[in-house]
T-cell receptor
């Protein structure tokens, strides 16, 4: 199956700093990628839909100025958590679909801890 | 908006036995996809099985099969000959069909933790 690589797998940062998470589709092109947030023992919550070459679409309640998404190429989307605070600590997961597929492939996830 | 409900937060099964995970959903669409994803302790999301709504035949993948009841909006997963490696969180998910237009995003249920006892 297709491979989606997410980096880093874990990161610890100081409160007030920014953190960038990368999501790459390694063997296919993806015009759309998705970013999720998952709290412990909970389901995946969609944060935003990343569209190549255009602005991301954010879900209701997600601060677009805090969670910056850039989808500069057909194989790379990035999520930047700006001015991170302890409440932003969570597990972030990306997914992507090949253009003519209806199957989503997920990255390994990134555990963010803000101290 | 579509919703997905998994009413059982946890289940357990003895190794080699069969277990059924339930899922119901709500939609006004006629064409869509349903999925079961597995999330082991590594937290990597893994597709277990998928069902296309326009197909009446229930999907099967080795030890995994579904019971898709479109009229009842029910989509249960049966795991046969349960193995220790099946222990994980299982998420039911809904996706709009491309023919319906709209978003490609997945709508997930809350998940269910499956424990397999040796």
């Amino acid at each position: 199956g297709a491979v989606v690589s997410q980096h880093p797998s874990w990161v610890i940062c100081k409160s007030g700093t920014s953190v960038k998470i990368e999501c790459r589709s390694l063997d296919f092109q993806a015009t759309t990628m998705f970013w999720y947030r998952q709290f412990p023992k909970q389901s995946l919550m969609l944060m935003a839909t990343s569209n190549e070459g255009s602005k991301a679409t954010y879900e209701q309640g997600v601060e677009k100025d805090k969670f910056l998404i850039n989808h500069a190429s057909l194989t790379l989307s990035t999520l930047t958590v700006t001015s991170a605070h302890p409440e932003d600590s969570s597990f972030y997961i990306c997914s992507a679909e090949p253009t003519v597929s209806t199957e989503a492939f997920f990255g390994q996830g990134t555990r963010l801890t803000v101290v | 908006a579509q919703t997905v409900t998994q009413s059982q937060p946890e289940m357990s099964v003895q190794e080699a036995e069969t277990v059924t995970l339930s899922c119901t959903y709500d939609t006004s669409e006629s064409d869509y996809y349903l999925f079961w994803y597995k999330q082991p302790p590594s937290r990597q999301m893994i597709l277990v099985i998928r069902q296309e709504a326009y197909k009446q035949q229930n999907a099967t993948e080795n030890r995994f099969s579904v019971n898709f009841q479109k009229a009842a909006k029910s989509f249960s997963l049966k795991i046969s000959d349960s193995q220790l490696g099946d222990a994980a969180m299982y998420f039911c998910a809904y996706r709009t069909s491309l023919t319906q237009g709209g978003s490609e995003k997945l709508v997930f249920g809350k998940g269910m933790k499956l424990t397999v006892n040796p």
